[in-house]
Structure formats: structure tokens, C-alpha cells
């Protein structure tokens, strides 16, 4: 029995942090935050416990409680007054993102990051305009389950929700639509209307998952019918995000975003491996809700799992990552 490489030695209590390898900082974490302008008060998301949207006033105080926790970046998400077919509102000057942008970005030091996306803007719930010819029945389902959102049609409603984000103030804007061609549209509208300086971060490898179910209360995105499997990837598919990665850089994403984390970790590697790029992972609603629901029957610590579950995503390659956590891990952190 050779016992001459033990590794427990370097286990011990006082050299342990020495060789960590992975750390966990507060500024590697965003913070969503949910800003609703149908609402005059805060409203608590119930399958996402401790988190609440804000209606615009409280947009900046909001914000505050989040820097406080030593948290220096958010992610806004905007539920508007109005939907339509188009998602219209997304793009509005006075719309919910871009009236909470401009205060937050005027009266707080936080770094702004802000989702383009129309699923949140749209009567129909997905992510752009749908297909010429596909109408919403009276049961809220339609004809041909085989299309869903015009692509090129949505690509130019992107363009105006990034451009009317970056003029209210956002630091920088990440489309969630996994539209082909997003980045560049985007690209090309920001550098045309000079704001070349303001970064893209790409939701590059975006799965069709069952794990976002929460966040579909909190933000009131749930597609009035069928599902987003024909524009977000299937969760069989690893080469498929490599191709799908490679065509944002080319577009000239600044940061790469893989969701969900926990169960596309091997992802988060790949982009890691394969990409200079800094890597986001977006640790999502029903990767938080989970471990709150067996905290809440005993079946687990929700610090220890929490904190856990945000080392791992780190530890497989993710240089930031967005968590409905962040601010309880940040406040641990200090
Ligand atoms: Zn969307």
C-alpha cells in the first residue's frame, strides 16, 4: 500500500483556504430585480420567497437594498402597464425598463444591465412577433403548432429595445430572445447610434427548460399557448450550443450567457474552454425555488446549498452569475 500521496494534508483547517481554488465574491454576482408599472406597491412573488416586484417609484430603493448586500450589478426586468401583439411597450420611451433605468442609473452607483426581450411585452407571451397568419384563438391556442415567432420580423423590435435602453441609461443590455442574428442587429443599432461603448451580453446558449417556471410569475411571461422549443435549445443538445455560442461572438458579444446553470454545467465548460470571452450563468427561478421548498421542509440547508450551488457554478467556469440569491450569499460573503 503506497501512502506516500495523502491528500488530506492539505485539507486541514488553516491551509485549506490557502489552496481553494475557486472563490465566491460579491461583485461575481447579479441581481435581478423585477420592476412592475401595473402596480403601486410591492407585490411578493410567491414562488420565489423574498423576492417581490417593485413598482417604478421603488425602482432606486430597490436598487439600494441590493448595493447594500455589496451586490454592484442588476439585471431590471420590466412587466409594462400594457401588452400587445407586438410587445410595443418594450421599446416606449416612458416604458417600465427604460423610466427605471434612467432613475436608478441617476441616483444609485449600480452597474445597470437590462433584459431585451418582448415575451414579457407581448398579449401572446413569446418572444417576438408571431408568424404572418398565426392568430390567437378565443381559446388561446392556434392552428399550427409548428411555427411560432417571425425571426427577422423580431430582430427589428430587438434593435429598438436595446437602442431606447441604452439612451435611458443602461450600462449594458442583454437580449434573452434567442433570435438568430440578435447580437449583431443589436451591435449594429448601439454603434450606429453611438453608443458603441455599451456592451452586449448575449444569452448564447439558452435552453428550453422546465426550470424557469417561477420566473414566469414574476415577470408574467408565460406564453398564452404552446412553448418556446422552436427558438430556445433543446436540452439534449451540448454541440449545438458551441455553434449557437460561436455565432454571437462573431457578432460581437462582449459576455456569454449560458441558462439555466446547475443542470448545464458541461455547458458553462465548453464556453469556458472554447471562448475567450467572460462567461455569465444564470442560476434560475426554479434552481432558487427548489432549494427554498426543501429548506422549508427541513430536507436541506438553504445556506450551505445556496452558497454551494454558486460555487459550482463558478468552479465550472462562469465568471459572473446572475441568482435570485445574491444577496443573501453576498451578505454571507462579508
Ligand atoms: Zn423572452
Redesign the pocket.
Known sequence: MDLTHRPRRLREDRVRELVSETSLEPADLIAPVFIDATTAERQPIESMPGHERVPIEDSVARVEEVLETGVEAVMLFGIPESKDAKGTRAWAEDGVVQEATRRITAETDAYVIT?V????YTEHG???TLEPGIRETETGSREDPSLTVDNDATLESLRKTAISHAVAGADMVAP???TDGMVGAIRDELDGEGFDDVPIMSYAAKYESAFYGPFRDAAD?APAFGD?RHYQMDPANAREAMREVRLDVKQGADVLLVKPALPYLDIVADVRREFEQPVAAYNVSGEYAMLHAAAEKGWLNLEETARESLLSIKRAGADLILTYFAEDIAEQLR
Open positions: 433584459d426581450c418582448l415575451c414579457e413569446h418572444c417576438g434573452s430572445s434567442m411571461g418556446r
